[in-house]
């Protein structure tokens, strides 16, 4: 098959005709360039785009022992929709670009885009592009979203202030876990334990919190939002920096994962080092005035979300701590109440 043979292959046919006119698609995949107005299905205002782009590089986010042709291509959008969702927007459009080497054939290089249209489908998001081109020893792919938000609407990093309380829109931990079950069952040549298949398929298959974001914002007391990408403890020092105060997370209010708690202690990790640090979550994490945040949290609930409130934002110079008051199951009351400056770290591609 030549390029446009190929292209064909793996791109035609896969969305409806009412999903691309509902997002405005005038002409999507085929032509030099997509053409899209403003979708039908947004009345009124004056809109605001937002557009974000992730790569995924085969040997740096995935491998063979790690994901599946499928699992790459849900997980390369997701994260993009993800980052629109952070900003309070509607995802939209996107343009995907893959780099395949000789090792992926045609048919491999079509379960991953069945799992790129399968994420595109479940979010209403219009696939309207994008490149193709060959690598010489491994795989790339590069998606680009395009989003709306109503104009001046956009929820940025930058906006938390003290007195303000620190949500989260589910449980972190559980992707790092996951990652962890695959390279220990890799490295062991054994099956992954069934204990695992949840924290497995939140790192392979990840759920951006659109939703979410979408009701959340709409309460219009929502001063600051992040996606959790590189850990949570980086997602929160970005959140304080931009904003210029800190922010306390009480330890005993972090959500945990049974499945994920569960498999730290079979394998002898410590599950927090994975809830602050271990990313790919892609969740929101968040600041909402405090007067709000009980309503949106029962907002959230009866719409079947999840939101857990896990600290405040404070005054003072950029940082952010940690106060230990987390007691193991057991136990019988809760620890000593402590405070401890978290590290700024996260996953970080330069090493610093």
Not at 28 to 44: L, Q, R
Not at 57 to 68: L, R
Not at 143 to 165: H, N
Request: hydrophobic share 50%; glycine share 10%.
């Amino acid at each position: 098959m030549d390029e446009f043979a190929r292209i064909r292959y793996w791109t035609e046919g896969r969305q409806s005709t009412a999903l691309l006119q509902e997002q405005g698609v005038v002409l999507g995949i085929g032509d030099d360039a997509a053409i899209v107005e403003t979708p039908p299905s947004v009345a009124g205002g004056e809109l605001q785009w937002l557009m974000a782009v992730d790569t995924m590089v085969e040997t740096v986010h995935f491998s063979d022992a790690t994901m599946e042709a499928f699992d790459i291509g849900w997980k390369a959008l997701a994260a993009n929709i993800s980052d629109i969702a952070a900003m309070g927007g509607e995802p939209r459009h996107a343009l995907v670009s893959i780099s395949a080497p000789p090792a992926w054939e045609p048919a491999r290089i079509s379960r991953l885009y069945d799992g790129l249209f399968a994420c595109a489908n479940a979010y209403g998001v219009a696939i309207v592009g994008g490149d193709t081109t060959s690598a010489p020893l491994h795989m790339v792919v590069s998606v680009t979203v395009m989003g709306t938000v109503t104009a001046g609407a956009a929820i940025r990093r930058a906006g938390a202030a003290p007195g303000d309380a620190v949500f989260v829109t589910g449980p972190a931990g559980m992707a790092a876990a996951g990652l962890h079950a695959l390279l220990a069952a890799a490295a062991a040549r054994a099956p992954l334990p069934q204990s695992a298949s949840a924290l497995v398929q939140a790192h392979q298959r990840p759920a951006p919190s659109v939703r979410a974001a979408r009701m959340l914002a709409a309460r219009g007391t929502i001063t600051s939002l992040n996606d959790i990408s590189d850990g949570l403890a980086s997602e929160a020092w970005e959140i304080a920096e931009a904003s210029g105060v800190a922010l306390a997370l009480r330890e005993s209010l972090l959500p945990r994962s049974g499945s994920m708690t569960a498999y730290a202690h079979s394998c002898g990790e410590d599950p927090l080092n994975w809830i602050l640090y271990g990313g790919e979550d892609y969740m929101l994490l968040g600041t909402i005035a405090a007067a709000d945040a009980q309503a949106a949290k029962a907002e959230l609930a009866a719409a079947g979300l999840p939101m857990y409130l896990i600290g405040e934002v404070e005054a003072g110079p950029a940082g952010v701590a940690l106060i230990r008051d987390f007691a193991e199951r057991g136990s019988g009351k809760l620890a000593e109440p402590q405070r401890e400056a978290l590290a700024k770290r996260g996953y970080n591609h330069f090493g610093n």
